[in-house]
């Protein structure tokens, strides 16, 4: 059972470590695309994280009883499978029809608005007029960023692309609301982000046959084992630092935290991507994505404005 924070403390050490995880998981789309120009499919690239990630942490789970799924909670990882399957394929598919990675990272960091709004319907969160000035701001950054003037020059980046990053932003927000509701449950973040991972796993393999069959899809649904053994020591380190590592110390920050104050404090993770992305690929960061970006993490610092950490009680 992972020890609660006693009232009237303050849970700084959870924000940091949401913080801490953030900034690791911007490496997920720059890994993603180091992934694709490897000659990953899209289908290859979604379940390395989770598959991978489960396998590390399966042993722990074995040599350790209490950290081990019980049958109360098959419900949350059934939904994290099916919400994580949709994750995975949508935040990668931008990546994988070659929209920038710091466009991806900003549109799945409208992750921390849906957040307020599904945390208001499933866990009462409250919803204010400064909380709905935020998604107003927010709007009208995603709506910069998927113009065609963000393009670059003479290049429109795939409609299909940035509304799978969209979509994946919304899911991202359910991952943060079942992370809160498994960390209410008394889960140890370790047996949090094992379920999520192998559920995930599970949820892609079940869609493979779908997407392998539907013409849209069917040349990115490869899924071969042999990619995996040549690029071993990419896979680790991928899986270790930009999905394991970051995903334990977020599980373990929401045990403190309410969901929709872990979504706002994940927000280093699109600063982290387009700053990794320029660096490793040259990826230009054009004043379009620049003022799509403020706008959107902007809205994110009026949902921090006189933040206060909640504490479980």
Known sequence: MVRRVGQGATPWGHAAAVMIGAALYGGITVGGRVLAQLGFSLLEIAITGGAFGALLLAPLLVWRRELRIVRRDIDIFAAFGLMGAVLQIGQFLGIVLGVPVAIVALLLYTQPLWTVVLGRLFLGEPITARKLGALALAAVGILILVGPAGSAPGQEHSVLGLAGALVAGVMLAVWVILGR???????????????????TSIGLLALWPALATWPLFAGMSRLDPGVFIENWQTVLIYTVLVNVAPAILVMW?????????????????????????????GEAITGQIWLGGVLILGSNAVLLARWRPALNR
Do not use: C
């Open 253 to 281: 920050g929401i045990v403190a935290l309410e969901a929709s104050t872990a979504g706002m404090l994940l927000l280093f993770e699109p600063a982290a991507a387009a700053v990794a992305a320029s660096m490793m690929f």
């Open 181 to 199: 509701v498994s960390a209410l449950r008394g889960n140890h973040p370790i047996t949090t982000t094992f379920g999520y991972q192998l559920s």
